[in-house]
């Protein structure tokens, strides 16, 4: 049996020519994490994957350890994991996507399933305003799109028929987004008789999907302002806002299995690392997977 730590820090000696101080901080880093993961021997942490370091690392977080420790930390479980990988002893590093974390692990804030459900039941679909919502909150959760796309949407990119929506993103660039059943279905209503009945006969100047009792175009400061009333009518603990939808969509695909590239495609993140930070936000789940599947759990 080898002791990966000890030819780690030869590593560190010989081919890094490391200060002993760094030697010593990155070693007491990694028999932390072995101590956490309850491993007997560092032969066990090469089987780590990536969902428990990420784990691990928000599990320093909420216990209180600084941004700059948990990146400290971070660095050293990506240089063990680098030498681990480089030298053979493993063939995938779980650590090579973590780079969200290291700019301190900022957690958004997201709605469960069930505080979705509650959010998006609260419009009054019998006023035309209402249904306008209602469709907004639909939409903007079956796509995750960011709230200025959603307002600059115009009517022609909603495509009902091939059921999907182009969007024009950061940098001018334009990811058609598919919908699903019950956006479409608000949607079609919408566009068809509340749209109409919201611009009062006024000539259709603006062509955004969404548009005000007034028959001007939704800003994103007046949605902002929807959302959060939404939020305290509904009677959420948490200050409801557009983003915190966006992170909730992408939260509950990835927890629902969804691979991490197909979420980065439909939230337009250009770097899939800006993606990888909703992998770690439910914690429960993973460590119930962890404590099923690991040998030692």
Known sequence: MFDYLALFEEYLTVELGLAQNTRLAYLRDLRLLQKTFNFKSSEELLGVNRQQLLAYLVQLRQA?????TVARKLASIKAFYRFLTAER?????PAEVLEA?????HLPKVLSVAEVDTLLDTPNLGTP??????????????TGMRVSELVNVPLKNVDLKMEYVIVMGKGS???MLPLGRTALRYLEHYISVVRPQLLHG????????????????MTRERFYEIIVAYGQSAG????????MLRHSFATHLLNNGTDLRVVQELLGHADISTTQIYTHLDIERLREVYDKTHPRA
């Open 202 to 217: 006024k000539p259709d100047s603006s062509k955004a999907l969404f548009v005000t009792g007034w028959g001007g175009p």
């Open 236 to 243: 959420l603990s948490k200050r409801v806002t557009p983003h």
């Open 89 to 93: 002893y493993i063939r995938r590093n």
């Open 64 to 68: 209180g350890r600084s941004a700059s």
């Open 129 to 142: 305003d209402g249904y306008r919502d209602k469709t907004m909150l639909e939409v903007l959760y079956a």
């Open 173 to 175: 660039k334009e990811r």
């Open 101 to 105: 974390a290291n700019r301190g692990l």
